[in-house]
């Protein structure tokens, strides 16, 4: 598990810079005992949110916000 653990979205920010172009695990909270898990690829970030290629034939690109990271409805493991 990556520690990306932070009370502010500058924190977070640094600390997913050096993952940029790296592949993680990103497992998300949807709710009722329900969990999604995505291997992506992180490609860019922003100031209030960050984007993910998603490793599937699709290669569809997903956002997230780092507020999911604070509230813990995501968590990104190498």
Do not use: H, W
């Amino acid at each position: 598990m990556l520690d990306i653990q932070g009370k502010s979205n500058d924190t977070i920010r640094k600390k997913l810079a050096p993952y940029i172009g790296k592949t993680v695990k990103i497992k998300c909270n949807l709710g009722r005992n329900k969990y999604e898990t995505y291997e992506a690829t992180i490609k860019k970030i922003y100031n209030f949110l960050f984007l993910v290629e998603m490793n599937d034939k699709n290669r569809s690109i997903k956002s997230f916000s780092y507020a999911d990271i604070i509230s813990k409805t995501i968590k990104i493991s190498e």
